[in-house]
């Protein structure tokens, strides 16, 4: 059973810094890749990180590139993202996924088969 469980969430001031990390226990060392989502209250949920397994090759959501980093250790036990220079609009529920097989599409949330139940990242002005 695969399971994934965020840590690392909660309040700062804009221009601050946070890191979250994802425990991950199950997944088969042969999945492509995981990432990370946000849903910030009345919006869809965006993709904003990943990174491939083998390889390490990462992608990123424009608005976070040059601030965030992903970051995987080689076990496959955890996954980390390192926020710098958060700003207010970066406020969201932050969610760790994961999937088997790979896709052209690490954005689309529809190619990820495991979720975490999230951590509340909240950036004040």
């Known amino acids: 059973q695969v399971q994934l469980g965020e840590s690392g969430g909660g309040s700062v001031q804009a221009g601050g810094s946070l890191r979250l990390a994802c425990a991950v226990s199950?997944?088969?060392?042969?999945?492509?890749?995981m990432g990370w989502f946000r849903q910030a209250p009345g919006k869809d949920r965006e993709f904003v990180a990943a990174?491939?397994?083998?390889?390490?090759?990462?992608l990123y959501l424009d608005s976070v590139k040059g601030r965030f980093t992903i970051s995987r250790d080689s076990s496959k036990t955890t996954v980390y993202l390192q926020m710098n220079s958060l700003k207010p609009e970066d406020t969201a529920v932050y969610y760790c996924?994961?999937?088997?097989?790979?896709?052209?599409?690490?954005?689309?949330?529809?190619?990820?088969?495991?979720w975490g139940q999230g951590t509340q990242v909240t950036v004040s002005s």
């Open positions: 990174i491939r397994w083998s390889g390490g090759t990462t």
């Open positions: 996924a994961g999937r088997r097989y790979y896709s052209a599409s690490y954005f689309a949330s529809r190619t990820y088969d495991y």
């Open positions: 199950g997944l088969p060392l042969s999945s492509d890749a």
